[in-house]
């Protein structure tokens, strides 16, 4: 027997708009609905993620926040998730601290 398998992918739309002090931010959309954005954040002139990003569900609502010092994780690092906040702090790409936040809805 003869098996032919066809794979489809899609690709993800990505905008890129160049700003100030050579930095270059892009806009990620989801692959299947590329009116949704996906996750944003910015490049510098070595093409390094830089800077803040921000990552999305297909809600809209924010998953993550990163920042980068020139292709490095540095700073504190937010991850959303339904009940909890997690919060790692980088510093030269090495988790340094981390830290559960419980979320209460009164």
Not at 17 to 23: D, I, R, S, V, W
Not at 36 to 53: A, M, P, Q, S
Not at 97 to 102: A, C, G, L, Y
Request: proline share 0%.
């Amino acid at each position: 027997m003869l098996f032919c398998i066809t794979a489809f992918s899609q690709e993800q739309k990505a905008v890129y708009q160049k700003m100030e002090n050579n930095l270059v931010k892009v806009t990620y959309y989801f692959a299947d609905n590329s009116t949704i954005v996906e996750r944003e954040g910015y490049f510098n002139k070595e093409g390094k993620l830089h800077d803040t990003w921000i990552s999305y569900d297909l809600q809209g609502n924010k998953k993550a926040i990163a920042t980068y010092n020139n292709g490095i994780k540095e700073g504190v690092w937010t991850y959303f998730k339904t009940d909890k906040i997690n919060v790692v702090t980088y510093q030269g790409n090495k988790i340094i601290h981390v830290e559960e936040k419980t979320l209460v809805v009164n």
